[in-house]
């Protein structure tokens, strides 16, 4: 089911898509993209679901850009503040659905073994970095490769452009040997809940002591 070479490559040919072609809006906006409800083994759902973990970090990632943008208002930097939240709260959600939706597929053959040592990273925290690194090698290529750049700029990049290749090389590598020795009962791995709390009405402070039920006492 999990193949790392393949999730690199979805990752690869959606950062691209995405690049090129103008996005849907209801594929675009981080709220309407839907949590599947139900698992699904096929290849085309699985990847369905990498490729929407993928989406909100790309999404996030242009967000950020934009509150970087010099000369960006109060008001502007508030409202790309709410959307980065939100974004990265379903980028985070994605992550562990996709470790659910691989432990529901090991569960018909007594899998992960629970006496084999735990893995400190889950399939779904991994593909989440190369998702990641996905982006930066799109960008890193895209700097390197700038026609109006100053002396040096294209060296510098292509040399960074290195470093982020082999550095998924080997994550890859990782999440590949992670899932191997999951099948062969040598290692396990389980779902870690970031528990975010900034976006929780009553966990945080900041927002629950301005709530009108708060105020009017």
């Not at 974004?87 to 659910?100: H, K, P, S, V």
Request: aromatic letters at 6%.
């Amino acid at each position: 089911m999990l193949s790392a070479n393949e999730i690199t490559n979805l990752h690869d040919q959606r950062t691209v898509a995405w690049h090129r072609e103008p996005a849907d809006p209801a594929e675009a906006a981080p709220a309407t993209i839907p949590i599947p409800q139900s698992i699904q083994e096929t290849t085309a759902d699985w990847l369905d679901l990498v490729a929407r973990q993928h989406r909100a970090n790309f999404e996030l990632w242009h967000i950020e850009d934009e509150a970087r943008a010099p000369g960006a208002t109060d008001a502007e930097m508030a409202e790309v503040k709410r959307r980065v939240d939100c974004t990265n709260q379903l980028r985070n959600d994605l992550a562990e659905e996709i470790d659910r939706v691989l432990l529901a597929s090991l569960e018909s053959q007594r899998l992960p073994n629970p006496a084999a040592p735990l893995n400190s990273e889950s399939p779904g925290m991994i593909i989440d970095r190369l998702s990641i690194l996905a982006l930066k090698i799109y960008h890193t290529r895209e700097e390197a490769e700038r026609p109006d750049a100053p002396p040096g700029h294209a060296e510098r990049n292509c040399e960074r452009l290195a470093i982020l290749e082999q550095q998924r090389a080997d994550l890859a590598g990782c999440l590949g040997q992670l899932w191997r020795e999951t099948l062969q009962g040598a290692r396990r791995f389980k779902i870690y809940q970031q528990l975010k709390m900034y976006n929780d009405l009553s966990l945080n402070p900041a927002i629950y002591r301005k709530l009108p039920w708060q105020t009017d006492r």
